[in-house]
């Protein structure tokens, strides 16, 4: 889901890019969240109240993650480890803020939807990452 937008924020950033591109990313963005807002709110059935959290969070966590991004991107780092950390942290939190909006059956089908899978991955790469720094 994230990946896409990783691509869109690798392809807008380069140097000299003119405002009407930086509207058309913003937009692009926008569009991006209210999808994923929507389709969330569909699966897993949720009031009107936690579709405005959702949505919340979804454009905290997604623009602060593409600020981060365009960051190291700026910086030149070339390292895709790096990208992986910082894309780990914001969708980390986007799970976790999610436990506290979804109620016991909805947060059961989040799971099922690939959350739970998507949270192994990353703990999987956080110890390994934990484990080749105590070495």
């Known amino acids: 889901m994230l990946l896409s937008l990783l691509t869109l924020s690798a ?16 937009k692009q963005l926008r569009e991006y969240i209210d999808k994923n807002v929507e389709q969330t709110g569909i699966n897993l059935g949720l009031e009107d109240w936690q ?7 979804l454009t905290h966590d997604v623009t602060a993650m593409t600020a981060e991004i365009k960051q ?5 780092v070339s390292n895709s480890a790096v990208y992986e950390q910082v894309q780990d942290k914001w969708l980390e939190a986007i799970y976790q ?14 799971l099922k939807q ?22």
């Open 72 to 76: 190291l991107q700026a910086s030149k």
């Open 11 to 26: 392809a807008a950033q380069q140097q000299g890019q003119s405002e009407q591109d930086k509207i058309k990313e913003e």
């Open 114 to 135: 690939g959350a739970a899978r998507e949270k192994k991955a990353r703990d999987k790469r956080k110890a390994k990452l934990e484990a080749k720094g105590e070495k």
């Open 51 to 57: 579709l405005f959290y959702v949505d919340s969070i």
């Open 97 to 110: 803020a999610m436990g506290k909006v979804l109620n016991e059956d909805q947060w059961n089908k989040y």
